[in-house]
């Protein structure tokens, strides 16, 4: 454990030309001498794909990392609803101003300035880059791209491809890192996880990586790493989040010294599929953007909560989201949307399934909307949205309502970056979802991609090769002792997981039991003595996954057994540090919502004086005592006051 202040690096002056004038100060790389760089890169998701991209074209030598069959596989795949961007297109009044304050309120004001504001300002280059790789984005009849409105907004800023945005973005990427393989910039290493980072006189400077299919330790070495290897929800067990996304690259960071912040900052998304059972393993997401035509409604009246939607009244449905938000109706942030949600099902007016004595639903109803547009038109928005409800649910959602429910989806928390996206590790990158950076306690919809684009095209080159152009390039050519250390700790983690002294359950066993602490502890509310209690729980089971952790075959060959007991590992260290983090603040803000401090009429109530700060945690090398360093947040363009979507 090291003792220091953190410098987050952020220039001064105007906002308007602080990321310009940054770029300008930055040192960089002649062409010549790119060639003797190396720059390692894990996770090849939006954030992965298009720095490694863009670093590869710049002609440095990249490594890639993805535990996947092939980057197109990466949970940047799964984005449905689109990709906000200050265009104006709409001439509805938005702009890079708009964008940039929209984006800080709907963090509730913990977030900070620089880093939001140039992430307004990339965000219409990002449209320009997508367009000229040929994604394939909606357009109106004219030929002009299409826009629709996402939550937290009054204007249309959301670009879109039906469904299936992030797949397209994702696409475009993946083929500009494929030309970049095809020249030999950049080499490959598909079903390889990330085991260890190596550090070398405190600096960032190698991994170990571990071979899914044959189980083979290696050590790879460069001059710089860039973790982009996403978020954490899957620590709830039950998320929307593919089941292979872990957070052990990160948390393998942390313990090597980079600081995490705001970790108990998850994020609730309103429109997900509801639990159908107590022994489901996943969740599925619904767009946002369904939000823009369907009206989100429970019944008035409990005795009603059985019946068949369409034998509702519509005097006895209640349009909740319109009624207690009517300047933004069904368009209210996630955060907000999510614990409305709650709060009917919690007074006994849920629908659907019965989980744990209670019903955890509301509908999602498109009749208005097609009484209004006609069916042609809502299938051809969202048609592949409502076949993969139909598919899921057995029922047609264009004949009667969805059923929905909040459940995990992006996690804001992540490795405490600097403006240049560095870590607390000298030489370690972290961008995408990775990183904390740019949301604050809840992010908008359609954010999350334009942060992973704008992180990986325009930010990531800039700043790392500034970091190279001070750096005299690693010898390739010598062995280090800190590789042979760093690979002998991985191989004994792997022993101690394969040879646990009672070995009984699975790793999901455990994952589940996890799963259920952090949700009802660190979930849609928090509480002081529930996460006091959780703690103690998740030390208890912690302890019982080491001793009766059973992984059957061999740790020499394919194990996806003993991939998951690994992933889980970590989950279980991280889990206590957001229940920690959930502790220590005393307020309400975005997604953290503790109980002891919600206003009268049920919303967040923030306590800026006390808690205006990132808290980025420190390892200690005792999980239960970690080091909490505080970076102000401070506004000089916006002021904080309390969120107001009424």
């Not at 629908?351 to 547009?373: C, P, R, T």
Request: glycine content about 8%; proline content about 3%.
């Amino acid at each position: 454990m090291s003792d220091f202040t953190l410098d987050s690096h952020t220039p001064k002056g105007s906002l308007e030309t602080r990321w310009t004038q940054h770029k300008f100060d930055l040192k960089i790389v002649s062409p010549a001498n790119r060639k003797k760089y190396n720059v390692i890169v894990v996770g090849t998701g939006l954030a992965g794909a298009a720095a490694a991209a863009s670093l590869g074209e710049m002609g440095y030598n990249v490594k890639t990392f993805c535990f996947q069959d092939s980057p197109r596989r990466a949970h940047s795949i799964a984005a449905q609803g689109g990709i906000n961007a200050a265009k104006n297109y709409q001439n509805d009044g938005d702009s890079v101003w708009r964008l940039f304050y929209d984006t800080i309120k709907g963090g509730d004001y913990r977030a900070r300035e620089s880093n939001v504001y140039r992430l307004a300002e990339l965000s219409t280059s990002i449209i320009d880059q997508a367009v000229a790789q040929g994604v394939p984005f909606a357009r109106e009849y004219s030929g002009y791209l299409a826009n629709r409105s996402f939550g937290g907004a009054q204007v249309s800023r959301t670009f879109y491809a039906r469904g299936q945005t992030g797949q397209q973005l994702l696409i475009g990427a993946y083929q500009a890192m494929s030309k970049q393989i095809d020249e030999g910039t950049i080499t490959h290493h598909s079903r390889c996880e990330m085991q260890d980072l190596i550090k070398i006189n405190g600096k960032a400077k190698g991994i170990v990586s571990r071979d899914l299919v044959t189980g083979k330790l290696e050590s790879h070495m460069a001059d710089v790493v860039v973790l982009c290897t996403g978020g954490y929800g899957n620590v709830f067990y039950l998320s929307t989040n593919a089941k292979g996304c872990n957070a052990s690259a990160a948390w393998r960071a942390h313990k090597q010294g980079a600081l995490f912040a705001n970790p108990s900052f998850t994020q609730i998304h309103p429109t997900c599929i509801p639990q159908a059972g107590e022994l489901q393993s996943k969740l599925t997401l619904m767009s946002e953007s369904l939000r823009n035509d369907g009206r989100i409604w429970a019944p008035r009246n409990k005795e009603d909560c059985d019946k068949k939607p369409e034998d509702i009244a519509e005097d006895d449905r209640d349009y909740f989201l319109e009624r207690m938000y009517p300047a933004f109706g069904n368009l209210v942030p996630r955060d907000i949307a999510s614990r409305a949600v709650k709060l009917i099902c919690d007074e006994g007016r849920g629908v659907g399934h019965d989980i744990d004595g209670k019903k955890l639903g509301v509908y999602l109803d498109f009749a208005n909307a097609i009484k209004v547009h006609g069916l042609d038109a809502i299938s051809e928005k969202y048609g592949n949205l409502f076949d993969m409800y139909s598919h899921i649910a057995a029922e047609d959602p264009y004949t009667t309502p969805m059923r929905i429910y909040p459940a995990v989806h992006y996690t804001m928390g992540g490795l405490w970056v600097d403006y240049n996206l560095m870590t607390s590790i000298d030489g370690l990158f972290a961008g995408g979802e990775a990183n904390f950076s740019d949301h604050g306690a809840n992010r908008l919809g359609a954010s999350a991609l334009m942060q992973g684009l704008a992180d990986g095209y325009f930010v990531l080159p800039t700043t790392v090769s500034n970091y190279l152009a001070q750096q005299k390039p690693l010898d390739l050519s010598k062995t280090y002792p800190e590789e042979e250390q760093a690979l002998q700790a991985c191989k004994d983690k792997i022993h101690q997981l394969m040879n646990a002294p009672k070995p009984q359950n699975t790793p999901d066993h455990f994952h589940r039991k996890l799963g259920q602490i952090i949700w009802n502890a660190c979930g849609m509310a928090r509480e002081k003595s529930v996460l006091e209690a959780a703690i103690t729980d998740i030390k208890n089971l912690r302890e019982q996954f080491w001793q009766q952790v059973k992984i059957t075959g061999s740790d020499e060959t394919l194990n996806q057994t003993l991939e998951r007991a690994g992933r889980i590992a970590d989950f279980f260290e991280l889990a206590e540090l957001m229940c920690i983090d959930a502790l220590t603040r005393e307020e309400s803000c975005g997604c953290h919502a503790r109980e002891e401090h919600i206003t009268d009429d049920g919303e967040a109530q923030r306590h800026d004086d006390d808690f205006s700060y990132v808290a980025a945690w420190q390892y200690s090398g005792n999980l239960s005592v970690p080091v909490l360093y505080k970076e102000e947040l401070d506004f000089e363009f916006v002021r904080p006051t309390t969120r107001n979507y009424r």
